[in-house]
């Protein structure tokens, strides 16, 4: 559901941590210099793949919105010094309205994701991928194994067949790409949920939801609100939504103070071949929500941070398939931009008493403050009906969205060397 393919979970073949030369000896694999982000003992993750990626965080566990990544950098090795990439980068609600209008949930203020809902890794919950003890952000603080920690092939990352008019020789380019996987587990009801997130050796970050475990048993409704499971036409499973929320703040080179811009194409007259296509820029400069439409987008840019061509580094936000719940008007906005506030802490069902009158993310846009330290709310949907495949267990269903670096480093990191001259219009 997202922008490449690592929403295709489960197709990627997945690699022994070992085979990939993470945790491996200095010998086996030179990591460049260690960010400055200082994490808490036991609570880091450094980790090298195949292609000379590093991403290094801080992770933990909070007992309402689960995982949360800290400090994230990324260095690669034709970039070998490490950049600030996030701040921080967690699940923000999910939002579960039956069709039937009887039942509703905010999973993660009213239940919460950590703590006793947070799974400890068994099985083949972690397999080929390294089992991590922490905290379970509950209340008595319980040390388990939670995270899992994995790399994954991710596919093809380039492929060119290029040729040299002058010399009359000709090569082909390909490589296979990796991720870096961070992944933990939360039962919540009949529900258990996926929290991943996916570090690619290229830069892009993707941010997943994953819904498995069983059909309520319990959430039997009549024949107009589910659908038949089961023998003949007799038990109806309720349709319902998962509106999910991620809240980012990116911090990018740990210089902070990021623009938002949002970039428009529209037709803008015709050539003597095909439609001009005109594109606009427009600076977000106050807090606001903002919805999708036809070759809209917007991306998070420093002001300060450059790539070495001098252009601003920044994260466009790619949004894939969404079902837009339209009943609540704090679930239909695909995206929100605040100034940064620690209270303002939940999407919706917000509960700190340093906010009590800011309850979801169109009470922290409602002022119209400055944006000086923006915080991104990402919405994604997914109107569940059930079938006859999800009993059971419920095969994994997916919502997410990825982060796309743009301008981050002149060119692709991942550039072989013989190739590093092609940059900008060739002679």
């Known amino acids: 559901m997202t922008y490449r393919k690592t929403a295709g979970a489960g197709a990627a073949a997945l690699l022994t941590l070992a085979s990939l030369g993470i945790g491996a000896s200095p010998a086996a694999a030179k990591a460049p210099a260690a960010a400055p982000a200082a994490c808490t003992a036991g609570s880091q993750v450094k980790e090298t793949l195949p292609n ?179 023998k003949n036409a007799r038990d109806y499973a309720s349709m319902h939504y998962h509106s999910a929320f991620w809240r980012v703040d990116f911090n990018i080179d740990g210089k902070g103070g990021e623009k938002v811009e949002q970039y428009d194409t529209k037709v803008d007259g015709h050539g003597s071949m095909a439609a001009k296509l005109k594109t606009s820029k427009k600076t977000i400069t106050k807090e606001g929500s903002f919805s999708k439409v036809n070759r809209r987008w917007w991306r998070v840019v420093s002001p300060t941070s450059k790539n070495k061509d001098g252009h601003k580094r920044s994260y466009e936000l790619v949004t894939g398939a969404d079902d837009r719940y339209e009943a609540h008007p704090e679930t239909t906005p695909d995206v929100t931009f605040t100034q940064a506030h620690t209270c303002e802490k939940f999407a919706t069902g917000n509960a700190d008493p340093q906010c009590a009158t800011k309850k979801t993310i169109l009470d922290y846009a409602h002022d119209k403050e400055t944006l000086k330290n923006p915080v991104m709310w990402v919405r994604v949907g997914f109107h569940h009906v059930p079938r006859d495949e999800d009993q059971s267990p419920m095969p994994l269903h997916w919502q997410g969205f990825d982060l796309l670096p743009r301008d981050f480093t002149e060119m692709n990191p991942l550039t072989p060397a013989d190739r590093a001259g092609v940059n900008g219009q060739p002679n």
């Open 52 to 230: 000379g990626t590093t991403w290094q965080l801080c992770w933990r566990i909070d007992e309402r919105a689960g995982l949360v990544l800290d400090k994230v950098s990324v260095a690669t090795r034709r970039y070998p010094e490490p950049v600030q990439v996030l701040q921080s980068i967690r699940l923000a609600q999910l939002n579960v309205p039956y069709d039937s209008g009887e039942t509703e949930y905010n999973d993660l203020s009213d239940f919460g994701f950590g703590g006793g809902d947070l799974e400890t890794l068994t099985g083949e919950d972690c397999k080929g991928g390294s089992a991590r003890e922490g905290s379970d952000g509950g209340p008595q603080a319980q040390r388990r194994k939670v995270l899992c920690v994995s790399a994954e092939a991710s596919g093809l990352a380039y492929r060119l067949h290029s040729y040299n008019f002058q010399t009359n020789a000709e090569k082909v380019y390909s490589k296979q790409g990796h991720d870096l996987v961070l992944r933990t587990i939360s039962k919540v009801g009949w529900y258990e949920y996926v929290t991943e997130f996916r570090l690619a050796d290229d830069g892009q970050i993707s941010a997943r939801l994953g819904a498995t475990g069983d059909l309520s048993p319990s959430d039997y409704v009549r024949a107009d609100d589910g659908w038949p499971i089961g």
